[in-house]
């Protein structure tokens, strides 16, 4: 599960083309540290702002550069998550992470007039470690709970080099992860064949657009639970909705209220899920989890501050 960093360009400085291959790296672990795209670029922003202030004799200095890059990264993010639980205590409504696009669908702005794919070195590489259920997990974890997981067990670094990033013992990190592992396990619901998400996805689309209540209640478990988040900034349910029946009604009172809305079939953290337009623009991305044949959860992004890899100008 680990995330390879990309090959190297040839730069006139020698050096240079490790230093800033490690982008894509940096913004993979990240993302999966911070749930938000945004944050993660911030964080590897400011990893590359501290390097450049060094000397060129302080970092030639320096073994390993790329270690140095993740460490320092690592030590930012950990600082965000822990004044994000703060920030996420003031937060309007449900706070989801930001959802992301399947490679094609991903728009970074335009130029001459169409809309161009982004520097690959800024996408996420979509993996299990990606999807939301995933990720809304990790938001349950303690900052050095969830710095330890994702190091080790999915970047695979080494408990030792763990510690000197956590600021703990190699024994004390095993233990965070043990732990973080344990939230994963118990939260962690049967794998579905993405075939058969999909038909479930498209089948639950179908019955939305036909407003059909009875399919949806059919296409949801008993116990099903949907979260938006509006951020405050636009309409959403400020808590969860939960029962199959009360969310297909939430939908079907959605429907009536939006008349023009126009379901669309897309990857969303790399496993299916719709993407919501309105005159063309995107503003809501929605996430599933599927057992037993069924939709367990559904996240609905609606926080046009999420939005930003899914629409064509960077707004919504």
């Given at each position: 599960m680990?995330?390879p960093t990309e090959p ?8 240079l ?6 982008r894509?790296?940096?913004i993979?672990l990240?993302y999966?540290?911070?749930g ?6 911030d964080?590897v922003?400011e990893t ?7 000397s060129?004799?302080q ?5 390993s550069?790329?270690?140095w ?6 030590r930012?993010?950990l ?16 706070w ?7 490679r094609?669908?991903w728009i ?7 809309a ?10 979509l993996?299990e ?5 995933f990720?809304?997990?990790?938001e ?7 710095v330890a997981?994702i190091?080790?067990d ?5 408990f030792?080099?763990v510690?000197e990033i ?13 732990s ?9 619901a049967p794998a579905?064949p993405?075939a058969?998400?999909a ?24 116990d099903?639970t949907?979260?938006a988040d ?18 297909a009604?939430y939908?079907i009172?959605?429907?009536g209220?939006a008349?023009?809305l126009?379901?669309?079939?897309r990857?969303?953290n790399?496993?299916?899920?719709l993407?919501?337009?309105?005159a063309?623009?995107?503003?809501t ?9 069924r939709?367990?959860h559904?996240w609905?992004v ?8 899914w629409t ?5």
């Amino acid at each position: 599960m680990s995330t390879p960093t990309e090959p190297g360009h040839d730069r006139s400085e020698p050096g240079l083309s490790a230093i800033v291959d490690e982008r894509r790296h940096l913004i993979n672990l990240a993302y999966r540290l911070l749930g938000s795209l945004a944050e993660a670029e911030d964080a590897v922003q400011e990893t590359y702002a501290r390097w450049y202030a060094m000397s060129r004799q302080q970092q030639e200095t320096i073994e390993s550069p790329g270690a140095w890059l993740t460490t320092v990264a690592s030590r930012i993010c950990l600082d965000v998550l822990g004044s994000a639980r703060v920030r996420r205590e003031r937060y309007v409504g449900e706070w989801i992470p930001e959802p992301l696009p399947d490679r094609t669908e991903w728009i970074s702005g335009r130029a001459g007039g169409r809309a161009e794919p982004a520097d690959p070195a800024d996408r996420v590489t979509l993996d299990e470690s990606v999807n939301m259920a995933f990720l809304v997990v990790l938001e349950s974890m303690t900052p050095a709970e969830r710095v330890a997981f994702i190091l080790h067990d999915v970047f695979r670094y080494p408990f030792a080099e763990v510690a000197e990033i956590v600021g703990r013992t190699p024994a004390a990190c095993r233990q965070l992860a043990s732990s973080a592992r344990r939230r994963i396990r118990a939260a962690q619901a049967p794998a579905v064949p993405t075939a058969g998400q999909a038909a479930l996805v498209r089948h639950f689309k179908e019955a939305w657009e036909a407003r059909d209540i009875a399919a949806l209640v059919d296409l949801l478990d008993p116990d099903a639970t949907m979260t938006a988040d509006g951020g405050g900034l636009v309409g959403a349910v400020l808590r969860p909705v939960e029962g199959s029946v009360r969310i297909a009604q939430y939908l079907i009172h959605i429907a009536g209220k939006a008349p023009g809305l126009t379901l669309l079939e897309r990857m969303v953290n790399g496993r299916p899920g719709l993407v919501a337009q309105y005159a063309g623009v995107t503003v809501t991305v929605a996430a599933f989890s599927l057992t037993g044949g069924r939709i367990t959860h559904i996240w609905a992004v609606r926080n046009p501050e999420k939005l930003r890899p899914w629409t064509e100008n960077g707004q919504c």
